[in-house]
């Protein structure tokens, strides 16, 4: 092992790919789950709408699909003989990634819920929730 190369050094790559995806389904778990919840009261007042409103369940669930994907991008470049400085950029990488997820996923899931619920009461607001999750 060199200076440049400690052994510790794959720690800070892994935990970046970790929390990529750790921090990015946590946002996709509560999207998932407060859209989820805004369905089911919708759902009494305007069954038909029900496929309609699963929307941002969807958008919810692919901010994990991101995580994934930055966390496997990772994971492919690490190697024993990696860089410290390589390992921190990982890191950042996956922090940024999966705190943006967990801050995505939140948004989601309020506005979602909010619009799901709107939608219910005045159908033409499908359009403005649908703008709405695609703009989180």
């Known amino acids: 092992m060199s200076s440049e190369s400690p052994e510790y050094s794959p720690f800070f790559a892994v935990m970046g790919a970790s929390a990529a995806m ?12 407060k859209s989820g919840t805004g369905i089911a009261a919708m759902s009494v007042m305007r069954p038909e709408l029900i496929m309609k409103s699963i929307i941002p369940v969807v958008m919810a669930g692919i901010i994990a699909i991101y995580g994934l994907v930055v966390a496997v ?16 950029l990982h890191l950042g990488a996956g922090l940024s990634v999966g705190l943006s997820g967990l801050a995505a996923g939140f948004a989601i899931g309020i506005v979602g819920d909010a619009g799901v619920r709107g939608t219910a009461q005045q159908p033409r607001l499908f359009v403005v929730n649908v703008c709405e999750c695609f703009n989180t």
Request: avoid cysteine; proline fraction near 0%; hydrophobic fraction near 55%.
């Open 22 to 33: 750790v921090f990015s389904a946590l946002g996709a778990a509560y999207g998932t789950a």
């Open 73 to 88: 991008l990772i994971a492919n470049n690490i190697s024993e003989t990696v860089t410290l400085f390589k390992s921190f």
